[in-house]
């Protein structure tokens, strides 16, 4: 899966979880923490997770990871993008 696409899929997700219309497109970097922005919640990350989960169409067991390899673009792609997918 293309990086850029999944940011933009991402992000446009944190956008309609939070109302804040200033998260789309390239308003936050790929390792900026979406917590430490305010952007998301415990909850609209559990939200988060379930869209991912349907993006990449597979389960994620955040069980197997760091949270907090989840808290950014970049962690949740490097994370969760199978390696064979890959740009």
């Known amino acids: ?29 790929e390792d900026e923490n979406f917590f ?5 919640t415990s909850l609209s990350m559990v939200r988060l997770l379930v869209q991912v989960e349907k993006l990449l169409g597979t389960e994620v067991d955040v069980t197997l990871y760091e949270p907090e390899s989840l808290f950014t673009l970049r962690g949740l792609y490097d994370t969760l993008v199978p390696a064979g997918s890959l740009e």
């Open 1 to 29: 899966m293309d990086r850029q696409f999944f940011y933009s899929a991402v992000r446009s997700a944190i956008q309609e979880f939070s109302g804040e219309q200033h998260v789309g497109g390239d308003q936050f970097g």
């Open 36 to 40: 430490d922005l305010g952007l998301i």
